[in-house]
């Protein structure tokens, strides 16, 4: 016998952006395999880790959005000098919040 154990997240901006025709799913959004997640109810970016406030940049409000983006470049150069996984992970980051910093979205 096979035993399959998933789980779900839902990531939504914030709240008022959940859709409200959810009759289908509603066994499972109760349930506790599926998490509902929405941005803008998350903590300061600057107390987050490194992925989840790329995340956060999402529903960031854009005259405060590339400061949060270089002060994550900061903190992904804080930690650069790690080692195996942990430099490639945190290398990957940095990629992605100077891209963004730099305005490319695409």
Do not use: H
């Not at 509603?26 to 395999?33: A, E, K, T």
């Not at 998350?42 to 107390?47: E, G, H």
């Not at 989840?52 to 804080?78: F, M, N, Y």
Request: proline share 6%; with cysteine.
């Amino acid at each position: 016998m096979v035993l399959v154990l998933w789980r779900g997240v839902l990531i939504y901006p914030r709240k008022s952006l959940v859709p409200t025709a959810t009759q289908l799913f509603q066994g499972l959004l109760s349930s506790s395999r599926v998490v509902q997640l929405y941005l803008d109810e998350l903590d300061d970016i600057a107390t987050l880790p490194l992925t989840t406030g790329i995340v956060r940049l999402v529903v960031e409000p854009p005259d405060s959005a590339p400061q949060q983006a270089k002060q994550l470049l900061q903190r992904c150069q804080i930690g650069w000098g790690g080692q195996g996984a942990v430099n490639a992970a945190a290398g990957r980051v940095y990629v992605i919040v100077a891209e963004f910093v730099a305005g490319k979205t695409d």
